[in-house]
Each structure stands twice: as C-alpha cells, then as structure tokens.
C-alpha cells in the first residue's frame, strides 16, 4: 500500500516537473516568427489523440485554411495544450465534439468542445500556475497546460480568453 502511494506521487511529481520545464522553455524560447498552417497542425494532434485512444468516439472539424505567423514550436505547444484538455474534458460525452476555427474578421481562432466546461466566475484563474477548476479525481492534471499556452500565446503579441458553462463545454479563443 506505502509503496504504491509513493509510485503514485512520484509519478505526479515527474509531471509536475516536466509541466514546469516546458512553461520555462516557452518563456526562454527564441522566437522565430514563419507561416504556421494550424489546420494541418490540428488535425495531426487530433488524429493521434485518436489513434491513442482507438475507443473514444469524437467527432471532430478542423476548419481549412487556418494560417498564422508565428513561431512553430509556440504554436505546437498551443494546439498540443488546448486541444488535450478539450479530448481530456470531453471524454464524459457519448457525442463528444471538438472544433477548430477562426474568426477571420476579427483575427481570432479558437479550440471548442462540450465537455465538462466551467464556470466562468473562475475564469480569472484559468491561466495561472497549479490553478485547476475541476477535482483531480475527476480530471487528472498538472494545472500548468494553460499556463503555458498564456505565455506562448503572450510571448508572440497576442492574447487568450475563454467562454464557458458548466456541463456545455468551454471555447478557448486566441489571436
């Protein structure tokens, strides 16, 4: 019984670290601004999350065309970040739905689900460090994805924000 309890916080101690590794790397990064194709980005996350887990039924749609300037490795982190969580907080929903789009009017592009959501009177500790709005028994995680994709997104001039309810899912916009 110890011995299982001290694998297990071993093992939430190692992603602890490497959660707290790749944030300091977004931020020391150097930024190497080129044309990012964040549809083909997308649906490459999307079809190994898939193939990860063979199982899960989710539908989802990668708008064509996406394209920003920015740096590579940024972005990757991004899209890697929001949409595991949109996998991870979808995976209560027989239909689960994921989206990718944009708004091109407004140079906006975001990653939506409907899954767990939130509530938004928390939503200012969305972004911050070890700051969770769901039970780790109920949604295993660091509390450092959306940290880090704040500070990516931040570092190359742009902002996040997000909508959501509890129970209908969450949109996470970017520019």
Do not use: C
């Not at 309890?5 to 977004?26: C, F, K, N, S, Y």
């Not at 989206?99 to 969305?126: I, T």
């Not at 972004?127 to 660091?142: I, K, S, V, W, Y």
Request: net charge neutral.
């Amino acid at each position: 019984h110890y011995l299982e309890r001290i694998l297990a916080t071993a093992d939430t101690m190692a992603q602890l670290i490497e959660g707290l590794l790749a944030l300091a790397q977004v931020s020391q990064v150097q930024l190497i601004r080129a044309p990012v194709n964040l549809s083909e980005m997308a649906s490459e996350i999307l079809m190994r999350l898939q193939s990860e887990q063979p199982q899960r039924r989710v539908r989802w749609r990668v708008a064509p065309g996406l394209a920003v300037m920015g740096d590579l490795r940024l972005m990757r982190s991004v899209l890697e970040n929001l949409l595991g969580n949109a996998w991870k907080f979808s995976a209560r929903r027989e239909d689960a739905q994921i989206v990718v789009g944009a708004s091109h009017e407004r140079g906006e592009y975001f990653v939506q689900d409907n899954g767990a959501g939130f509530d938004m009177a928390y939503a200012d500790r969305l972004f911050g460090t070890f700051q969770r709005l769901h039970a780790d028994d109920e949604f295993p995680g660091t509390g450092i994805g959306l940290a880090t994709v704040a500070r990516a997104i931040s570092r190359q001039g742009g902002r996040i924000w997000a909508r959501s309810a509890p129970g209908e899912g969450a949109t996470f916009f970017f520019t």
